[in-house]
């Protein structure tokens, strides 16, 4: 009897997990696995078959990072600088918009990807992509001044410097892709942590962690990539560049010894 008194609520929780991936949802999960198998082939094309496993796994990481940054998030700064519409138009709950959001008046008027959802054509897809992560965390849906300051920088500053550490790890430029590697990752550090922590600390409000595919998969999971692999990024490129530093003493103090 005990075992069956534990196995209802289970088969609930499965239930309702099945429930909740759509096909919206899978899409937005190909998506991803789609934009990580383009950024693998990159790797295969332009770099060296000699190329160490560390740096390789880095670049795949990088050229996904810029994938990210240019088709999804650029989306979304699309989506809240230039997608609006009626709050009667939007279907169900919305996220209200910043009163004298670019300097007017929208009262009465919604922005960002809830403005686009249901529409066709890639940005309409892009919008409906969105709104799966927004059940998560209902920023995403339209704009939230913090968040899209964020991403602003991150599309236009995040994916330049993603691409640069591509390009100096395809052309054997170490040095100066282990100096790009730790300036962005400790941007992407610095970027997750202003977008959480205004949320933690006001009560994570706009966060919904009831569910398992809602709390680890899109928040923890997703999110959590952006933390463990900029550090990891930093402790090999601060890495070479310490072994560097030291090789560089080593032939200093030789010359001294002559």
């Not at 809240?80 to 209200?96: A, M, Q």
């Not at 941007?187 to 949320?199: Q, S």
Request: proline share 2%; with cysteine.
């Amino acid at each position: 009897m005990a075992s069956s008194a534990h196995s209802a609520p289970s088969g609930a929780e499965a239930l309702a997990f099945i429930d909740m991936i759509d096909q919206t949802t899978i899409v937005s999960l190909l998506s991803t696995l789609a934009i990580l198998f383009t950024a693998l082939g990159i790797s295969k094309l332009v770099l060296d078959k000699h190329t160490p496993g560390r740096l390789r796994f880095l670049f795949v990481w990088h050229a996904f990072d810029a994938l990210i940054h240019f088709i999804l998030e650029g989306s979304f700064v699309y989506h809240c600088l230039f997608s609006s519409t009626s709050v009667r138009e939007v279907k169900g709950d919305y996220f209200p918009t910043p009163y004298y959001y670019l300097g007017e008046d929208q009262k009465g008027r919604v922005w960002g990807s809830q403005a686009a959802d249901g529409k066709g054509g890639y940005l309409g897809a892009m919008a409906q992509l969105w709104m799966v992560y927004a059940k998560a965390d209902k920023r995403w849906a339209g704009v939230d001044l913090a968040t899209l300051s964020i991403e602003i920088i991150t599309v236009v500053f995040g994916g330049v410097m993603a691409v640069l550490v591509c390009w100096d790890l395809a052309r054997k430029n170490v040095a100066r892709g282990n100096v790009a590697m730790i300036i962005l990752a400790t941007a992407e550090l610095y970027g997750g942590y202003m977008t959480f922590m205004p949320e933690w600390l006001s009560g994570s409000v706009n966060l919904d962690t009831s569910n398992f595919m809602y709390k680890w998969i899109f928040l923890a999971f997703f999110n959590g990539l952006w933390v463990v692999i900029p550090l990891y990024a930093i402790y090999v490129a601060g890495s070479d560049i310490y072994d560097a530093i030291w090789v560089r003493s080593i032939v200093e103090e030789q010359k001294k010894g002559e």
